[in-house]
């Protein structure tokens, strides 16, 4: 099957939806699909067609099914949605997040609810909707009426000890934060109100000095470490490799995020970082129950406020990392968003 795959720029690999795009793409490829893009640099899984114009009517000539990730914003991803549909493609949307964010960027009540009415009229007419948690799936079937949606949860990478592209420097740092250290604590992400960034700082400070945090953020914000403890060590703008090779060599993980009072339909993150923690054997600590297949995972914990998260990290010793079942994979979400292309195919 000839796949138009439209989706954000993915390589190479940086963090938030580019993991998504990436391992999806790779997965999908070998299942035997030929994927096809128009935008981003050249990767291993997919066939780049470098005249954006002349790819994207070749797709529509040549592809079986156009696969593209949309949001709210006015850009080209989101205008091919509705091109394929004037040709009658066959389109299956992934949507990441209900409408109710926009509120995180200055939009009013009436500016979403007219997001909403126009989504929904795209939405209606393509083939199946793909959403990553069951509260994104009740935003779609309630406030836009959608009938074919589908959740699929993100997956994890398993990372390897292999140091090949990660930094000295990054090495040379987490050997001496080990050695000072009897728990290594990673938190990877935006320093922003959704990912609770409150909460780190306070578990942070009631830490002891033998527990280190590391704080892994692309954010620029000037004087950062004064923000934190002197346990708190902050890399920024750090490759990925330097990222999983924290993540392997780390004891716990933390994914702390805000009420989402904002949003009507509660917390809806199906978190890329938590399954990489899980599958990677960190003690996962999450101030949100989590979907049932988090939940399944031994090293999964909910737990709710700063002073029972130190508490639980207190009693944690290194060398604990081991992966338990279950272990869910990219190859998991390729499985299941397979299934959904072959029906719609169908």
């Known amino acids: 099957m000839k796949i138009a795959y439209i989706y954000y720029n993915f390589?190479?690999?940086?963090?938030?939806?580019?993991?998504?795009?990436?391992?999806?793409?790779?997965e999908l490829s070998n299942l035997g699909y030929q994927l096809y893009k128009i935008n981003g640099e050249a990767d291993p899984h997919t066939k780049k067609i470098k005249?954006?114009?002349?790819?994207?009517?070749?797709?529509?000539?040549?592809?079986?099914?156009?696969?593209?990730?949309?949001?709210?914003f006015s850009n080209f991803r989101n205008l091919i949605t509705k091109i394929a549909l004037f040709f009658n493609k066959k389109i299956v949307v992934e949507l990441n997040s209900p409408s109710d964010e926009l509120h995180l960027f200055g939009k009013t009540e009436e500016e979403i609810r007219k997001a909403d009415k126009k989504m929904s009229g795209l939405l209606k007419r393509v083939d199946?909707?793909?959403?990553?948690?069951?509260?994104?799936?009740?935003?779609?079937?309630?406030?836009?009426g959608l009938n074919k949606v589908y959740v699929i949860e993100n997956g994890g990478e398993v990372f390897g000890s292999d140091v090949a592209g990660v930094s000295k420097s990054i090495q040379n740092r987490l050997a001496e934060i080990r050695k000072n250290s009897d728990v290594v604590v990673i938190w990877p992400g935006s320093l922003n109100s959704m990912q609770h960034v409150d909460?780190?700082?306070?578990?942070?400070?009631k830490a002891g000095d033998r527990i280190s945090f590391l704080i892994v953020t692309g954010d620029e914000f000037t004087g950062l470490q004064q923000k934190f403890g002197d346990n708190v060590h902050v890399i920024q703008d750090t490759s990925?490799?330097?990222v999983e090779y924290m993540i392997v060599n780390s004891d716990a993980g933390l994914a702390l995020y805000g009420d989402y009072s904002w949003c009507r339909w509660g917390f809806y993150n199906s978190s890329l970082k938590v399954f990489e923690f899980l599958n990677n054997g960190l003690e996962t600590i999450c101030n949100k129950e989590g979907s049932a297949v988090q939940q399944a995972y031994k090293n999964?914990?909910?737990i709710r406020n700063s002073d029972e998260i130190v508490t639980f990290l207190e009693g944690i010793r290194t060398g604990r990392n081991t992966?338990?079942?279950?272990?869910?994979?990219?190859?998991?979400?390729?499985?299941?968003?397979?299934?959904?292309?072959?029906?719609?195919?169908?």
């Not at 199946?128 to 836009?144: G, P």
């Open 300 to 302: 999964f914990h909910h």
């Open 51 to 72: 005249n954006k114009v002349f790819g994207l009517i070749w797709m529509l000539r040549y592809c079986d099914l156009f696969y593209i990730r949309m949001d709210y």
């Open 11 to 26: 390589y190479p690999v940086t963090g938030g939806a580019s993991v998504h795009g990436y391992y999806l793409a790779r």
């Open 240 to 242: 990925r490799a330097n």
């Open 323 to 346: 992966i338990s079942t279950p272990n869910r994979t990219w190859k998991d979400v390729a499985l299941e968003t397979s299934e959904i292309l072959k029906e719609v195919i169908r």
């Open 128 to 144: 199946a909707v793909i959403v990553m948690s069951s509260a994104t799936q009740r935003y779609c079937q309630e406030a836009l």
């Open 199 to 205: 909460m780190i700082r306070e578990v942070s400070k």
